[in-house]
């Protein structure tokens, strides 16, 4: 069975421009969820979708923007972009919101 | 929202010690998972264990969850075993809420 797939693994920006990040999930996952990771702050939640509706969302600002699809794969879209923006963006599934999270490998944003 | 508290932040053993990490948590638990992140970024499940415990090989787990803690044990750790360890949690108490994350214990084995 294939795992959480993250496309593209990396991307350089520059600051201002838009960023649109893709995830497919485990066959049969109908729950997505997002996170942020940096150094500084650690893994930090920024959304989660269960058969297509935002079941919850971080405390990030409205730059930050995701949906999922029909199929459960997930994006998310990252607007005006800020150097602070620069972070792994790691992608999880699981079955439904209460069962175990699978990562994928993440996408290295890096903003100049 | 649920605060997470892992302990310690950085251990260092030599090849072949055992371990305990602890997560202590602020509210009742819905969901707990452990993850270890190797050097490459990746994250691996290594349990969903909300209460009790669990054994995987040279791992096990322990949640209390009357007492808000839980407890990863390594055994006869291997190189392979270093990257960082993390705690992350749910509650029920206020609705439907994330996973939080703890910061996370860094290991690091030494041959």
């Known amino acids: 069975k294939a795992g959480v797939t993250q496309t593209p693994r990396y991307l350089i920006k520059t600051r201002g421009q838009q960023v649109t990040l893709s995830c497919s999930p485990i066959?049969?996952?109908?729950?997505v969820s997002w996170y942020q990771q940096t150094p500084g702050q650690g893994l930090q939640f920024l959304f989660e979708?269960?058969?297509?509706?935002?079941?919850n969302k971080g405390n990030f600002p409205g730059r930050f923007s995701g949906r999922q699809f029909s199929n459960s794969r997930s994006e998310m879209n990252v607007s005006t972009l800020e150097l602070g923006d620069s972070a792994l963006y790691l992608c999880a599934s699981s079955l439904d919101p209460n069962s175990p999270l699978h990562f994928g490998n993440g996408t290295r944003l890096t903003v100049t | 929202g649920i605060q997470v508290e892992q302990s310690p932040p950085d251990l260092i053993l030599q090849e072949g010690a055992n371990s305990t990490l602890r997560c202590n948590f602020s509210?009742?638990?819905?969901?707990l998972q452990w993850f270890h992140q190797n050097p490459w970024g990746q994250l691996i499940n290594l349990f969903y264990?909300?209460?009790g415990t669990k054994q995987n090989g040279r791992l096990s787990a322990t949640t209390v969850a009357t007492e808000r803690y839980s407890l990863l044990y390594i055994s006869s750790s291997q190189t392979t075993d270093s990257g960082v360890y993390f705690c992350?949690?749910?509650?029920?108490?206020?609705?439907?809420?994330?996973?939080?994350f703890g910061k996370g214990t860094r290991l690091s084995v030494i041959a």
């Open positions: 979708y269960f058969s297509e509706t935002q079941r």
């Open positions: 066959s049969g996952h109908r729950s």
């Open positions: 264990i909300p209460s």
């Open positions: 509210d009742s638990v819905n969901n």
């Open positions: 992350a949690v749910d509650t029920l108490r206020k609705g439907n809420t994330p996973l939080v």
